[in-house]
């Protein structure tokens, strides 16, 4: 026996030696340090780290591949739902930034019901509708998938 609580056949390695953890603690910690491990408030502080402008212009560019953003004129008498950017650090296990995200995303909640609720696309589903997809998968015995989609699908679906 190592000592009365740690029986010797439990222990991986030379116990004489001492651990060593400064070469890995330098080399785990270069790569994110080499990202911006600072999520910006607002556009104008994301817009002075190159990180982050890249992560913005990633975006855009996933939008003009996926041919889902134009410039169309104002109808008449319809509300615009304006636009924000969020801006995200993806973390591995460990809490490690590995990747800056940054999305463009609707302001759903700025539309008011009865007024301009219906005339206007809201790209994020109501809670109602969760429920009712959820009870009737559940009644009907389905299994439901989630999963983590890279870019959102901002497209017409056939």
């Avoid at 994110?32 to 999520?39: A, R, T």
Wanted: aromatic share 10%; with cysteine.
């Amino acid at each position: 026996k190592w000592t009365k609580d740690h029986p010797l056949y439990k222990i991986i390695g030379d116990p004489k030696s001492s651990v060593r953890t400064r070469g890995q603690l330098a080399n785990s910690y270069l790569f994110s340090c080499l990202l911006s491990s600072i999520e910006p408030a607002n556009v104008a502080k994301a817009l002075r780290d190159a990180d982050w402008v890249s992560a913005m212009k990633d975006e855009l560019d996933q939008f003009a591949r996926l041919k889902v953003w134009r410039l169309v004129p104002r109808p008449e008498g319809k509300s615009i739902i304006k636009t924000k950017w969020i801006f995200k650090n993806k973390k591995d296990e460990s809490s490690l930034v590995i990747r800056n995200k940054a999305r463009l995303v609707a302001v759903g909640y700025s539309q008011q019901e009865r007024i301009d609720y219906d005339e206007m696309f809201a790209p994020v589903a109501r809670i109602e509708a969760i429920r009712l997809f959820l009870a009737y998968a559940a009644h009907k015995d389905f299994t439901v998938f989630q999963m983590d989609i890279k870019t959102a699908l901002n497209g017409k679906t056939f």
